[in-house]
């Protein structure tokens, strides 16, 4: 698909930082507020798919081919992973949550919180904020990549269709 | 009777739409916006489900008290609406194939299979 | 093709007041059932009392997205994970 006429080309680039500045704002503060790592990265993918849209598909293809997108969706996957097998080996089972509670495994993380108390530390709930990262990296690129391939392959004034 | 089915109304007219959509419409792209609608409406339903009287959000970070509703169905629908998301891209894409093959979006006219 | 639509409409008609009839005589939206007393929920319960101590997290949802209920986000990634490969192999003859 082409792009668009030069007012929508300089507004979309003026309010995208914003928007992916939200996006990773509700990410990382998934363990205090609503949110978490499939709606934040839901926000991005959404900021992502708007410069798709006003720059054109052939331009974007240019910038970021997709072997990139599928890297980034692979690191978050193995991260994901990884620290279920982290559970394994420090604590006692699949999944398990060895770093709350502990003031700090490595120093991160680790702050104990009173019951029944409304205020809102960041330094809490041990494993979920890396959970938080990784699953939101993975659904950034995943979203982003499905869409990048559909509007580029059924460009129409390529020609590139077999029968 | 008291008012309070209202939400189970709204799932049931989602529901009966979107099989409206599927059962009786020839455009491949219309039953696809008809599956989309009855996974909508069973979203709606697992949510409904969750609710108590008076409650607030299962938050703690500056609650106003009292009782709170449950968080496990809420869970169950983070997953539901992201396979829903899986699904649908799948769809398109073999719609988009179809289309490139046959050169028709009828349903009743794909059915004869040539070689 | 008249007998085929006659016999898709008629099975929509029974589904479409199978539906309603549910809707109208379902249990109260907050409530439990004809005597109109609270949800008892043991396990729910046990979730909001619990979450703060063992987590560490104030967020209760999350903390049975990932903590509770570990595996089923695992397989949802998994699921994303297999629609974005099958979406790239699909498309890879189009293009030039």
Redesign the interface.
Known sequence: MSGMSKIVKTMSAVVFPFIMIFGLYVIAH???????GFQGGAVVASACVMILVAYGSVWTMKKIK?KHL?IF?SLG?IG??SL?FFGLVFGSAF?Y?FM??TQGFLGIFG???????TA?DIN?????PL??FA?GL??IA?LF??VL??A???NKS?G???K | ??V??????A??AL??IG??AV??KRNLIKIVIGITLIESGVNLFLI?LG???NSTA????SSPGGI?S???P???T??SI??G???L??ML??VI?IY?HYGTLDV?KIKEVEE | ?NNR?TY??I??AI??VA??F???N?P????MDADDQ??D?P??DK??ESA????????????????Y?????????T??????A???I??R????
């Open positions: 998934g363990h205090l507020t609503p949110g978490g997709e599928s969706e996957a994901f992973i279920a999944f949550n709350a509670n702050d104990t919180v009173i019951p029944a108390s809102a809490t709930a041990g494993l979920l959970m938080n699953l993975k659904v995943g990549a499905i391939v559909m580029y392959a059924t390529k590139g269709d077999k | 009777m008291n309070f089915f209202v939400p189970y109304l799932v049931a529901i009966i099989l409206y059962i009786l409904t609710f108590r009287e299962p938050i703690y970070t709170m449950l968080p496990v809420q869970a169950l983070l997953t992201v396979i998301v899986a699904v891209a799948l894409t073999l194939h490139r009743r | 093709m639509d898709a409409i099975f929509f589904v479409a539906f309603i549910t809707a109208f379902a109260s939206f907050g409530l609270p949800i929920r396990m729910d979730i909001i703060q101590e063992e987590v560490g997290a104030n967020n209760a949802v999350t903390s049975v997205v990932f903590d209920r570990g595996f089923d986000t695992l397989g949802e990634a699921v994303l994970f297999a629609a974005v099958g979406v790239i699909l498309f003859r189009l293009k030039k």
